[in-house]
């Protein structure tokens, strides 16, 4: 795999100069490029996508090169996440869950937890590893659920209940679930942290993805029937409600910025074909092409203006997780407000960009167009707009009171 500078953990947070290891090569990206229209105009699973980027060792990207991957850091590996929404979105959106629990696994094992370690390994051995905790009107997210967890008497449990949004669907072989055990002890309920696998069974995948954008990451509903994990497979059973739990770190800041690494690699595609198709275009009015119109120009510079500020939180916030910054709970703001920021701003610089371009981008095979598509999913994923907001205003004015 090219990685382009040895495995070296960071003594410090890196310098937004520092050259970021890269593994995709621009000429699989521009494969991959290739491929998108077609997954998206037929609904289809990115599978060639999933088995090229196996096949160039990005699945491991971030396990440490000692247990057999790449070792990019987070930071790194979000630089390379942008670099592969800018070819196909939904791919990297599809990944992206991959590489949230190789995330969370490498946050623990670098602060001397070594309960995940087999994740690290069984992904260096070519394990693909699912997103499963989304629920359908549980705005608590990771602080409750609607699933239930059954005890197995044996440390083991069985999950009972629906999950949305289950990205690569048709590729994960672990899946990471959570449910509620207010069984074993109905006076301290418990939310049940643990990963199923595919041959396992005990669950059903609906094929039921067929959405305005995204479409290729295949995110069916999975309903959980007695899907197990047995006592080695459950990681952490946590009280309902806040947590300052490393696992639960781990997750938050993993999603949270690796999910805005791929809205922003969306508005950087989409500034980089408004720039071509204004200066290809040419008014009839004035014979100048269209990068010569004041307002135009003043477009170009706002989505640019817009997206010039994204890259450096992004490299600040994940370079603060790989240097282990113990920023407790103001990680829940900061990695938050990243994902928020780059979601509603990756939004507007679209949206300049296609009204820079011309109706043209209304077609659907315009590749702006299906952007515009695919980067409206921004907005369902957590945190949302609302709770990022509650979050910040708890940490800068304090909790609600009584």
Request: charged share 25%; with cysteine.
């Amino acid at each position: 795999m090219p990685v382009t500078s040895p495995d070296a953990a960071p003594s410090s947070f890196p310098s937004p100069l520092d050259e970021p290891r890269q593994i995709l090569t621009d000429e699989l990206l521009e494969t991959i490029r290739g491929r998108a229209a077609t997954y998206d105009r037929e609904n289809a699973f990115f599978t060639d996508d999933l088995a090229d980027l196996k096949a160039a060792g990005y699945l491991q990207a971030m396990v440490p090169q000692h247990l057999g991957g790449a070792g990019l850091t987070l930071r790194e590996t979000a630089r390379e996440q942008a670099r592969l929404a800018g070819a196909a979105p939904a791919t990297a959106l599809a990944v992206n869950m991959h590489h949230v629990w190789v995330g969370v696994a490498r946050y623990l094992h670098e602060r001397g937890d070594s309960s995940l370690d087999w994740l690290l390994e069984e992904t260096a051995h070519g394990a693909v590893f699912g997103f499963g905790y989304s629920e359908a009107g549980n705005d608590l997210v990771l602080l409750g659920s609607r699933t239930e967890a059954r005890p197995d008497g044996e440390g083991g449990y069985s999950f009972h209940g629906t999950k949305i949004f289950t990205s690569n669907s048709p590729g994960w072989t672990r899946l990471g679930v959570m449910g509620l055990d207010d069984t074993t002890d109905p006076d301290d309920p418990r939310i049940v942290h643990a990963f199923v696998t595919r041959d396992g069974g005990g669950f059903e995948i609906k094929d039921d993805w067929d959405t305005l954008g995204m479409r290729a990451s295949q995110s069916c509903t999975t309903v959980l029937d007695g899907a197990h994990a047995p006592a080695d497979r459950v990681l952490r059973r946590l009280a309902p409600g806040p947590s300052l739990d490393p696992y639960v770190l781990g997750i938050f800041t993993s999603f949270e910025i690796l999910l805005a690494s791929v809205y922003l690699g969306i508005a950087d595609r989409a500034l980089t074909l408004a720039v071509e198709t204004v200066n290809k275009r040419r008014s009839m009015k004035t014979g100048k092409a269209y990068s010569q119109d004041p307002d135009i120009r003043w477009r170009i510079g706002t989505a640019a203006l817009a997206l010039d500020g994204l890259w450096p939180q992004l490299d600040l916030v994940a370079g603060e997780v790989d240097a282990q910054v113990n920023r407790g709970a103001g990680f829940f703001r900061s990695t938050a407000g990243l994902k928020v920021r780059v979601t509603e701003t990756a939004r507007q610089v679209v949206d300049e960009a296609i009204r820079c371009s011309g109706g043209s981008t209304y077609f659907n095979r315009s590749e702006l167009g299906r952007l515009y598509r695919d980067v409206l999913a921004g907005i369902f994923h957590p945190s949302d707009d609302e709770s990022a907001h509650s979050t910040v205003a708890q940490a800068v004015l304090g909790p609600l009171e009584d």
